[in-house]
């Protein structure tokens, strides 16, 4: 089984920069698809970002041309990079991997069954 941990949050100003990374551990051959999901106070988990094993990548409307995803095979890690941050993006993100052969929508929950603990982002005015 896969294991997923999330690191990078942090707390910062509206404008500034966090670099979220996901590192997975165990057997990662049958992971065909990795994902970051948010969750903010009150709120659904949305999804923000995923990423194939070619490395196209699916972005939110809410984020897109703001953050970038990215993965580094040889050290089975996936990053978000999350620039010009705004008090809407606070929230705990989390890290998500699919072991399925064909995702339909991969900024849906339901795709994912592999989750780790989340990382706090918040984003102050």
């Known amino acids: 089984q896969v294991q997923l941990v999330e690191s990078g949050g942090g707390s910062v100003q509206s404008g500034g920069s966090l670099r979220l990374s996901c590192a997975a551990s165990?057997?990662?051959?049958?992971?065909?698809?990795m994902a970051w999901f948010r969750q903010a106070p009150g709120k659904e988990r949305e999804g923000v970002a995923a990423?194939?094993?070619?490395?196209?990548?699916s972005y939110a409307h809410s984020v897109s041309g703001r953050f970038t995803i990215s993965q580094d095979k040889a050290k089975n890690t996936v990053y978000l990079q999350t620039n010009s941050l705004k008090p809407e993006d606070t929230a705990t993100y989390f890290c998500?991997?699919?072991?399925?052969?064909?995702?339909?929508?991969?900024?849906?929950?339901?795709?994912?069954?592999?989750w780790g603990q989340g990382t706090q982002v918040t984003v102050s005015s």
């Open positions: 998500a991997a699919s072991t399925k052969n064909v995702v339909v929508s991969p900024l849906e929950e339901y795709e994912y069954k592999i």
């Open positions: 165990g057997d990662t051959y049958g992971s065909y698809l």
């Open positions: 990423i194939d094993r070619a490395d196209s990548p």
